[in-house]
Every structure is written in C-alpha cells, then in structure tokens.
C-alpha cells in the first residue's frame, strides 16, 4: 500500500503563485512516475505533468512556461510549482504515483484562482 498525501493548495490571486507538494508513504521502495493531475468544475480530469526518474514533463499548452514539476532528493516527493496562476487553473489537482502497475492517488487539494 501507498498514501500519497498533498499539500500547498489554497486561494490565490490572479497571477500569484503556488508550490504543491505531495508525499508517498507506505511500501514506496522505488515509485519511478509521480505527477499531478487537475480536475476544473464541469471538466475532465487532465494531466498536468509527470516526472519520471530524471524526466519532467509538463503536458497543457496551457500551464507551459508557467508550471514545472519537480521530484525530491528522496524521490517519494514531487512539486509542483505554479506561477503566473490564472482563473482557469482553477481545479482540484491530485498527486498519482505508479508502483508496480498499480496507480495511487491522493485526496487531493483545491487550487482557486481569483481574478
């Protein structure tokens, strides 16, 4: 079993900015991808980015040059850093990490962004 607990969420204004964290416990030996995902209200849920051993990826257009993803020296960690937020980031943004095949998610944490 893996927890993947975040936190950094909250309100900000329109162009502040936030740092997510999340971190596994539970049998996390090697967890190889961990990332975030978003979910706006009325929307689907969409990936956000994903960093693996040594690879980042950030993946909307639309958090490009604004959002980059990091994993801790521990590698049971990952951020997320936001800047230049805008309304529509608004979302609840969850941490996922793959360990044996299996996919975990936190409980995730609200992102508001007010304009």
């Known amino acids: 079993q893996v927890q993947l607990v975040e936190s950094g969420g909250g309100l900000v204004q329109a162009g502040g900015s936030l740092r997510l964290s999340c971190a596994a416990s539970?049998?996390?030996?090697?967890?190889?991808?961990m990332g975030w995902y978003r979910q706006a209200p009325g929307k689907q849920r969409e990936l956000v980015a994903t960093?693996?051993?040594?690879?980042?990826?950030v993946y909307p257009d639309s958090v490009k040059g604004r959002f980059a993803i990091s994993r801790g020296t521990a590698k049971n960690t990952v951020y997320l850093q936001m800047n230049s937020l805008k309304p529509e980031d608004t979302g609840a943004y969850s941490c996922?990490?793959?360990?044996?095949?299996?996919?975990?998610w936190g409980q995730g944490t609200q992102v508001t962004v007010s304009s």
């Open positions: 960093a693996t051993s040594g690879v980042s990826t």
């Open positions: 539970g049998s996390i030996s090697s967890i190889n991808i």
């Open positions: 996922y990490a793959l360990l044996g095949g299996l996919t975990y």
